[in-house]
């Protein structure tokens, strides 16, 4: 970051409300594993620690000065000197850290679930997670996406769900999701994953990138579910906000046909969020749970390269373990991955089937896949 300005003189500024640095020249964040230390003390006091006993000075990075902190009858206390950690028995908090850190391989993490010793558990997904040939990651220039992009007309791929482009010219949005919508999807293993660890009760919350809905039809609770990039069951004018019915701009998206405001005229969307939009208040309602209660962080199919979303595995304590499924290692994890992280690279529902036979759940998690693919077909049927 300090390069960056040095080199650009851009204004840079620290957003408080989703912990992030924006260079408002470049219209982009900016990403470091240099600037997570800074992140994670600036997150201490956004959310301060509950303990009774705090250090008396707190730093940022290599800062000059201490943010707060005053040693004996108000003599301030130099950032170069130490400050003795005050002595704090072993609260049963504390021993769980302690035996979750033990955990190296995604076996021992599986044990522990087995004997209890985990019992809240937050999922984070991505497109990997709802892997099909139809929903492809048009960030990623496959083949069929670049050959189908010719015909939607756009500068960039992020202009179908740009915001201001949509607002100004709504045609290709609808005619990506037609062609989208074109064929129903299933839910993948990985959803009923999820589902599964929901119905032994140990799902805290499930944070999705994705707006495909298939968590709701895998059958995982809405007050379970955190859809950060907003879903299609509600929508709204993109110019005066009214609410319009989703239903009707879910044909329209089907048929390809941009659907307009009877008030105003103006293009009506779903409740995506569009590139140029902040995320829904639920995403920063339930953030202080996976700080104070998540005792495992399992990542799905997401590489962790679009802010706020990236934050969420640094709010947990470090002793939490963290889990990743996926492809590639996620960006934030791309260097040395810290000691409370099991790295499992591959497809994302053979890496489930592992976990699952590891669990020793074989049995449940085969039952639940059939009981899906019949109400999907169902589904489909009628």
Known sequence: MKEHWRETHHPITLSMSDLSFWCYECDSYIVSP???????????????????????????????EPIVGKAGAGVPVPVSAPVAAPEVKKTEEVKKEEE???????????????KGKIRKVVVLTGAGASIHPEIPDFRIPYP??????????????????GLEYFKSNPEPFYKFMSDMLAKENPPTKSH????????????LRNYTQNVDNLELRAGIKP?????SNGNYRTAHCSLCNIEVESAKVYEHMKSGT?????????????????????????????????RDVCDLLIIIGSSLSVMPFCMLPHIPPKATPILILNKVKPDPFKGTPPNNCIMELGDCDLLIEKLVKALGWEKEFHELLIKGKQNFFHLILF
């Open 258 to 290: 941009v659907l307009y405001c009877d008030k105003c005229k103006g293009s009506c969307k779903p409740d995506f969020v569009f590139f140029g939009e902040g995320l829904p208040k639920v995403f920063f309602d339930n953030l202080k749970e996976l």
């Open 192 to 203: 009923y994953f999820i589902k599964l660890l929901q119905d032994k009760n140990i799902l």
């Open 34 to 64: 240099l600037l997570r230390p800074l992140l994670r003390k600036i997150q201490a006091i956004k959310f301060p620690d509950t303990a009774s006993v705090k250090p008396s000075v707190e730093t940022l990075g290599n800062a000059t």
């Open 223 to 227: 007050e379970n579910l955190v859809q």
């Open 144 to 161: 069929t996406t670049l050959s189908k992009l010719a015909s939607y007309k756009v500068p960039n791929p992020e202009s179908i769900c």
């Open 100 to 114: 979750l850190k033990s955990a190296s391989t995604m076996e021992e993490l599986a044990e522990k679930i087995k």
